[in-house]
């Protein structure tokens, strides 16, 4: 393979990760409907999980509400239940007086049905008695005596009261198939009695680091050696979406010793990833390895992307393969722009998991025209107005520190030729 003259015929960043999506098939049921999610719920791609412990799973099976929430009628402040008829009018200057008659706590039914001229002690939360349709702030009444009231201001049926199925009616879509549950997905399940979810199961993902050059972290590099790096960012890359790492070990650059790991690590794993040096000799290696493993084998070799550029994506019997380069930068600049999508993709989620914001460019960042540059940055505050501002972070993509100085990274598109100072700019946070 002439990976010289392969590396010229690069492809866009978004073609390159198209073509590979192509090339794969997502594991989640492509239908929404419940019937077919359930009967998925027996393949080893889905499991059903306590909803308590499914924070960043990915639903395989749109989820409906099962009940009405809330269940009854609901104050929304401390004060009094009321017929709201019986405050039409009331003022400061000509209020209305109403005999207390009960005192409802949280957690508790009403005792008794309200009669005109009558109303309830209530807490924020408490349930409404029958006769009740409105509900008086405190601060809007005045006690007179132990048993009446004088309400200031006048409400309207169903002020200050959340009514039943408010919040969510039985059988409303809540969460479609695909959705990846955030904290607050998971209380409001559990709200309606959702104790358990039908998710996709965790991909495994293999990683395969290749170099002479390479010892352990535990290891004292010797002359011309460096600890690894990529094996473990990668690791925490890949469980921070949500998905089992599995190291592989470190390979020489050897053929078959990197054909022999990388053909272990793709029949135990979802999807493998190959990190190896950043030599032409080592990109060939690394590229004859994946199109040893199965076809279709290499699918792209070559992204028009700094850092990146020698970027490998490939399909082996259904699984994907990826070379990322083996410096740090390049690595993990990739890893988001590549594998981070495609195991989404192939989990059946809707979208990628990805922090950004807006900020100020704080210096002018220039770039060659027809490939995508993505430039580290630091977000800082402006000392003249406050604003928030994203500062370059210029570094070589074989110096870790690069990354561990910058908050997150800005891309410059494919034609824009850099980007100028005061321009409002998109931070994908690290």
Do not use: W
Request: with cysteine.
């Amino acid at each position: 393979m002439n990976t010289t003259r392969e590396l010229f015929n690069v492809r866009t960043p978004a073609d390159a990760l198209q073509t590979l999506l192509g090339a794969l098939h997502e594991r989640a049921p492509r239908s929404a409907a419940r019937g077919d999610a359930q009967a998925a719920a027996g393949d080893d791609a889905f499991e059903r999980v306590a909803t308590a412990h499914a924070l960043d799973r990915v639903l395989a099976e749109a989820v409906a509400a099962p009940g009405e929430l809330p269940t009854f009628r609901r104050s929304t402040m401390d004060g009094f239940a009321v017929r709201a008829a019986d405050t039409f009018g009331a003022t400061e200057g000509l209020p209305a007086y109403l005999d207390v008659v009960d005192d409802i706590p949280m957690g508790h039914a009403p005792r008794m049905e309200l009669a005109r001229g009558q109303c309830a002690r209530i807490a924020t939360g408490g349930m409404l008695p029958a006769g009740a349709d409105g509900v008086v702030m405190v601060e809007a009444t005045q006690s007179v005596g132990l048993t009446t009231i004088e309400v200031l201001r006048a409400v309207a049926p169903g002020e200050n009261v959340v009514q039943p199925g408010e919040d969510v009616r039985r059988g409303d879509p809540i969460l479609p198939r695909g959705h990846r549950l955030r904290a607050q997905d998971l209380g409001g399940l559990l709200a309606l009695g959702v104790t358990s979810v039908l998710v996709t199961r965790r991909l495994r993902v293999g990683i395969v680091s290749g170099g002479d050059e390479l010892v352990a972290p535990d290891q004292a590099p010797g002359p011309a050696q460096i600890r690894d790096i990529n094996s473990y960012t990668l690791a925490a890359l890949i469980e921070r979406d949500g998905h089992l790492a599995c190291l592989a070990g470190l390979v020489p650059d050897v053929y078959e010793s990197l054909k022999a790991v990388a053909e272990n690590a793709l029949s135990e794993n979802d999807v493998v990833i190959l990190s190896a040096g950043s030599s032409v000799s080592t990109r060939d290696m690394t590229a004859q390895v994946i199109d040893s493993l199965g076809e279709p084998g290499v699918l792209v070799h070559g992204v028009s992307l700094k850092p990146g550029k020698p970027t490998i994506l490939g399909v082996c019997a259904g699984k994907a393969v990826f070379g990322l380069p083996g410096n740090p930068v390049s690595c993990m600049v990739t890893y988001d722009l590549f594998v981070a999508p495609t195991l989404a993709y192939l989990s059946g989620a809707a979208t990628v998991p990805r922090r950004t914001l807006s900020a100020r460019l704080a210096r002018n960042i220039a770039s060659a025209t027809g490939r995508e540059d993505y430039v580290q940055v630091r977000l800082q505050r402006a000392a003249v107005d406050g604003a928030l501002e994203a500062l370059p972070v210029f570094g070589k993509s074989n110096l870790i520190f690069t990354l561990i100085r910058a908050d997150g990274m800005v891309k410059v598109p494919l034609d824009a030729g850099g980007l100028s100072a005061g321009s409002t700019v998109e931070v994908v946070l690290f």
